[in-house]
C-alpha cells in the first residue's frame, strides 16, 4: 500500500499562484511515476501534469507554460507549481502515483485538494 498526503490548494485570484506537494509513503518501490489531475464539478477528471522518476514530464495543453511539475525523489514527493492561475482552473486536485506515466489500474490516487481560482 501507498500513502499519499497532498498539500497546498487554497483560493488565490486570478493570476495568482499557488504550489501543491504530495509525498508518498509506504511500498514506494513501486512507483516510477507521478502526476496531478483534476475535476471541474460537472467535468470529468482529467491530466494535468505528470512526470516520471527520471524527469520525463508532460503536460495538459490548457497548462503548458503556467505550471510546472517537479519531484524529489528523495522525498518521495511531487510538486506542482501553479503561476497566471485563471478561474477555469478551479478544481479539485488529485495527486496520482503509480509505475506508469500514464493511468493504471493499479495505481494510488490522493484525496484531493481543492484549488479556487478567484476572477
Known amino acids: 500500500q501507498v500513502q499519499l498526503v497532498e498539500s497546498g490548494g487554497g483560493l488565490v485570484q486570478a493570476g495568482g499562484s499557488l504550489k501543491l506537494s504530495c509525498a508518498a509513503s509506504?511500498?514506494?518501490?513501486?512507483?516510477?511515476?507521478m502526476g496531478w489531475y483534476r475535476q471541474a464539478p460537472g467535468k470529468q477528471r482529467e491530466l494535468v501534469a505528470a512526470?516520471?522518476?527520471?524527469?520525463?514530464?508532460l503536460y495538459a495543453d490548457s497548462v503548458k507554460g503556467r505550471f510546472t511539475i517537479s519531484i524529489d525523489n528523495a522525498k518521495n514527493t511531487v510538486y506542482l507549481q501553479m503561476d497566471s492561475l485563471k478561474p477555469e482552473d478551479t478544481a479539485v486536485y488529485y495527486c496520482?502515483?503509480?509505475?506508469?506515466?500514464?493511468?493504471?489500474?493499479?495505481?494510488?490516487w490522493g484525496q484531493g485538494t481543492q484549488v479556487t481560482v478567484s476572477s
Open positions: 496520482r502515483v503509480g509505475r506508469k506515466l500514464y493511468v493504471s489500474p493499479n495505481d494510488y
Open positions: 509506504g511500498s514506494i518501490f513501486s512507483i516510477n511515476a
Open positions: 512526470i516520471t522518476s527520471a524527469g520525463s514530464a
